[in-house]
């Protein structure tokens, strides 16, 4: 009897233990689906697939994070199916630092990178000395480096390209101050710099328009395009055809255009 009550007892644990957790293994299902994205555009743009997606028999289930390193973990662990908010090279980095089995199975939007101010409204106008505002994480600092670059402020180590840190600005004839912030906060504190970039999503939830209120921004062809991005094992799931058939469609292209008025950028 002591046996089976113990026994008893370990299945319990082992059941509830399960149920806290999200299911990591396994097909995804071809009605539903759970997808994170963070806040604003990408949100926006899941919310027009997500109802085209009903027409069709699939639930779109849309849950939205405020910062970028919760939808990857969230994805790993189960709790998500898919992700979408992300480039690649954030996505390689974010990988190889914490050793995660997700891939990229398509591709979304671009969301240009712009340079913001409250104070100026060229870039020419910095002084000597300035602080000026960027992301803290690795790939999206760098993607603001070559930015500051392209407007002419600093020059960076010949090829270094995404893997650019402040490190590796070798003229800096201002003197500008680089303050590494988290990039969702960069809006709130961009009063206390003299300019800052800031992701067009972050830009967009703060209400810029980034085609008008940025005074410096990423060239149409830049190559930070988004992904859509599961689970190593799930990247041949029947059902992701469907997601990213809707997704790539002419509607959502459409939505894109008449919504973001060209702040954001169609990959297909």
Aim: proline residues 4%; charged residues 25%; glycine residues 6%.
């Amino acid at each position: 009897m002591r046996k089976f009550i113990t026994f008893a007892l370990i299945l319990f644990v082992t059941g509830v233990l399960a149920a806290c957790g999200g299911d990591t293994s396994g097909e995804l299902s071809e009605d539903h689906l759970r997808i994170g994205v963070t806040a604003g555009p990408h949100e926006q743009i899941m919310e027009k697939v997500a109802e085209l997606a009903e027409d069709e028999g699939l639930t779109i289930e849309v849950e939205v994070f405020t910062e970028y390193v919760m939808p990857n973990i969230a994805l790993d662990e189960g709790d998500l199916d898919v992700n979408s908010f992300q480039h690649k090279p954030y996505l390689d980095n974010f990988k190889s630092d914490r050793n995660l089995d997700i891939v990229e199975v398509a591709t979304t939007v671009n969301f240009p990178m712009g340079i913001y101010s409250s104070q100026i409204a060229d870039v020419s106008e910095l002084e000597e000395g300035d602080r000026v505002g960027l992301p803290n994480d690795p790939t999206n600092g760098a993607r603001a480096l070559m930015l500051f670059e392209a407007a002419g402020l600093i020059t960076l180590e010949e090829g270094i390209g995404a893997e650019a840190t402040v490190l590796d600005i070798v003229d800096n004839p201002l003197n500008l101050d680089f303050v590494e912030l988290e990039a969702s906060q960069i809006p709130r504190q961009l009063d206390e710099l003299a300019v800052a970039t800031i992701n067009t999503n972050f830009a967009i939830e703060h209400g810029y328009v980034p085609t008008e209120d940025s005074i410096f921004i990423e060239a149409s062809d830049s190559p930070w395009v988004n992904l859509i991005v599961v689970r190593e094992e799930n990247k041949d799931d029947a059902v992701l055809d469907t997601l990213i058939r809707l997704y790539q469609s002419e509607e959502v292209a459409q939505f894109v255009e008449e919504t973001f008025q060209g702040s954001i950028v169609v990959s297909w």
